[in-house]
């Protein structure tokens, strides 16, 4: 059972536009929520991470913003270029537990 | 930098073989862990270890079998290779088990069973 879902699936933005994917979970006790980036032919990297006890958290062109009542969070790329090209994960995690709940990606494509 | 290295890139078996996947890590870190990736499934737990000899099951333990004899070496298993074990294998590495401790990649390994 997906414990975190991800939409769009993939997701085609020109150049210079905002890229927006979107996560949803239901177990109130996860309460790390990172971001993955992957790019053709590489593993995945962290991108950016946020906690739950702030609503949003920007580094340069990406933010996550971070609903808890909803258990929604999103990642917003500002100014989307060729290069945002990747596919992306949402994940959550427990304090408790090792492992992170992968949401099934999105793939992003920025058109020139 | 975290250096997470995986043994082989792409690797064709035939059904029925035992395969071997290796990954190393080079930051003495304590939890390793095998993902599966497929298209429209996204990354999904296979095992994962916290500690030599010490290994979890993860969501899709069934086929699968691990060993980490030493803490730098995390080896996924096929007993008996299917096709449908055919898969971007991939290997990450974290250096505690508590909040916000992150997962490194390995490049990932491409199997493919005939």
């Known amino acids: 059972q997906q414990q975190v879902k991800q939409s769009p699936q993939s997701l085609i933005v020109q150049k210079g536009g905002i890229s927006i994917i979107n996560c949803a979970y239901e177990n109130t006790a996860f309460d790390y929520f990172p971001w993955y980036q992957q790019f053709p032919g590489k593993g995945p990297a962290l991108l950016i991470a946020?906690?739950?006890?702030?609503s949003e958290k920007k580094e340069g062109r990406f933010t996550i913003s971070f609903n808890k009542s909803a258990k929604q969070f999103s990642l917003h790329i500002m100014d989307s270029q060729p290069g945002d090209s990747a596919t992306y994960f949402c994940a959550a995690k427990t304090n408790s537990g090792y492992a992170l709940n992968f949401g099934k990606g999105t793939s992003l494509l920025v058109t020139p | 930098d975290v250096k997470v290295t995986q043994s082989s890139r792409y690797l064709v078996k035939r059904t029925g073989e035992k395969v071997f996947l290796e990954c190393v890590q080079d930051?003495?870190?304590?939890?390793m862990f095998w993902y599966r990736q497929d298209p429209g499934l996204g990354l999904r737990l296979i095992y994962f270890s916290y500690d030599v000899k010490m290994k979890e099951k993860g969501d899709i333990p069934e086929g699968y079998s691990v060993s980490r004899e030493k803490k730098e070496r995390f080896s996924l298993i096929l007993e008996s290779a299917s096709t449908n074990q055919t898969s971007m294998y991939l290997c990450a590495s974290s250096l505690r088990g508590g909040i916000s401790d992150t997962q490194y990649f390995g490049p990932g390994t491409r199997l493919t069973v005939l």
């Open positions: 930051m003495d870190h304590e939890n």
């Open positions: 946020i906690r739950p006890d702030v």
